[in-house]
């Protein structure tokens, strides 16, 4: 068995796995526990987000707390090594609103209008902005990264020994799982271009997250890059707000 947990293939086949398992069962079980909340956590996309992604960290953490040879402080659940806050800030912003533009002008302008996709784009109405900054900026990107940079990049560290791009094979599968969990796009947008739009942008934020969860072993620092890039990605909808 051990033999077997040293294959870099063998260890990434079981880590999908195990992340396809605590996503499948959050949900499952969400499902079942919104249906004893008030009727608005059933019907509202962003209420009923918050019982799944509690759900979503308290499995990664309890599967963390089971694993034997490792501790809390080993997923990166500690204080962070030293960095430039300064540069993770301007990278991260710089990401998010270049691979917007990029992404956007590929996905959303050529592509779309090329095939003639007329389907619907977008998330659902929040009714609030407010609701965005608790749900989406916050709560999200606490328990996501939590999954991803805390879990899941820990449990690659195999990976570590092989770079492509001056990064390491962990950062980038960290980014990479990041991106394609944002597939789940397609259960309120019935636009392939959009979609894409959106996996692209994550895998890219997806990738710095797991850098800086890499350059500083902790989880903190990435928490702080999915933050920004949720707000850097809604400077649209917050300068409407601010201006409607």
């Known amino acids: 068995m051990n033999k077997l947990l040293k294959k870099p293939m063998i260890v990434l086949i079981l880590v999908l796995m195990l992340g396809y398992i605590i996503i499948n069962c959050s949900g ?4 079942q526990l919104v249906k004893l909340l008030p009727e608005i ?20 953490i309890v599967t963390m707390l089971l694993i034997p040879t490792m501790k809390l402080s080993d997923f ?8 430039s806050y300064f540069k993770l800030i ?3 912003v710089a990401l998010t609103l270049g691979g917007g533009i990029v992404y956007g002008l590929l996905f959303m302008g050529l592509l779309r209008n090329l095939f003639g996709d007329t389907n619907e784009m977008g998330f659902p109405d929040s009714g609030s902005f407010l609701k965005i900054i608790i749900v989406v900026w916050l709560w999200s990107s606490i328990c ?7 879990l899941i990049q820990s449990l ?7 770079k492509f ?3 390491t094979l962990s950062v980038w599968i960290s980014g990479i799982i990041f991106g394609a969990m944002h597939f789940s796009v397609f259960k309120f947008s019935s636009s392939i271009f959009f979609v894409l739009f959106i996996v692209f942008n994550a895998t890219t934020i997806g990738v710095l997250a797991a850098y800086y969860r ?4 902790s989880v903190y620092p990435a928490i702080m890059v999915h933050i920004l890039g949720n707000v850097a990605g809604s400077l649209p909808l917050l300068i409407k707000a601010i201006l409607g």
Not at 144 to 149: C, G, Q, S, V, Y
Not at 156 to 162: M, Q, R, V
Not at 214 to 217: D, I, R, T, W, Y
Request: overall charge positive; some cysteine; glycine content about 4%.
């Open 28 to 31: 499952k079980i969400s499902s």
């Open 41 to 60: 956590f059933q019907t509202d996309f962003y209420l009923k987000n918050i019982s799944f992604k509690f759900l979503f960290v308290l499995f990664s």
């Open 76 to 83: 990166g659940l500690k204080l962070p090594k030293k960095i």
């Open 90 to 92: 301007w990278q991260t």
């Open 144 to 150: 996501e990264e939590i999954f991803n940079r805390g």
């Open 156 to 162: 690659l560290n195999i990976f570590k020994k092989y």
């Open 165 to 167: 791009c001056k990064l």
């Open 214 to 217: 890499e350059k500083s072993e």
